[in-house]
């Protein structure tokens, strides 16, 4: 029997919100905005946290774009407003990710705190380096809940939760996927500048779709191959 997406969305939201404590692959603590609060990393196709990340963060981008539109109606300048607001990943769906990007060749992970999804990954492996020998991983997707981004709304709740998340993820690449240390991307255009940081490699002959490419090699690694 197929079910619809319709169905597995409504299937979802009458289940239990609880997340399952199944697949944690780490722990550790996160700083917020008074005191630090425990995280974990789950690792795994989960349609119920997908689902939650199509939940709690859309309900915030929306609120986020309603006090950005009252904004204007009250005559101010919204222009640098939409212009630094981290939008670019808004239409991502998440549960309908899961449910395509299936099998042995992806792999999930989710960092949860206090009961909800505070970053989401999916990479694809594996993955030639286009920089060295041997295979590292693809990123996919990649990205934290719009509270813990800069925005005009509210304080941003926690700090670091993106490369919390991708340093478990290269790590997990490498104990469990046996890949050499390393990773690719395309980038979203606003998070470039992030990847830079990072001392990841541009290489303009991957680039598609207006995203650039992007792959770091651990150098020791690097060195070695």
Not at 92 to 113: C, E, I, M, P, Q
Not at 146 to 162: D, M, Q, S, T, Y
Request: hydrophobic content about 40%; charged content about 25%.
């Amino acid at each position: 029997m197929k079910f619809t997406l319709e169905e597995i969305r409504q299937a979802l939201d009458a289940a239990s919100p609880v997340i399952s404590t199944d697949g944690i692959i780490a722990t550790g603590k996160l700083a917020g905005k008074s005191s630090q609060v425990d995280y974990s990393i789950h690792a795994g196709w989960d349609l119920q946290i997908a689902r939650l990340c199509d939940r709690t963060w859309g309900a915030f981008n929306v609120s986020l774009l309603r006090h950005i539109r009252s904004l204007e109606v009250k005559g101010d300048d919204i222009g640098p407003l939409l212009e630094s607001a981290q939008l670019e990943d808004y239409h991502w769906r998440w549960l309908d990710k899961s449910l395509a990007y299936r099998g042995d060749s992806y792999r999930w992970f989710f960092l949860v705190a206090e009961d909800y999804p505070q970053a989401a990954c999916l990479i694809h492996h594996p993955k030639a380096s286009v920089a060295a020998a041997g295979d590292i991983f693809y990123v996919e997707y990649i990205a934290t809940a719009p509270w813990n981004r800069e925005n005009v709304l509210a304080e941003r709740i926690f700090k670091g939760v993106g490369p919390k998340l991708l340093d478990r993820v290269i790590s997990y690449a490498q104990g469990e996927l046996n890949l050499r240390p390393g990773f690719s991307l395309h980038s979203l255009p606003k998070a470039e500048q992030f990847y830079e940081k990072l001392g990841m490699k541009s290489f303009q002959e991957y680039d598609k779709e207006g995203m650039k490419f992007f792959e770091w090699i651990d150098s020791e690694s690097l060195s070695k191959g």
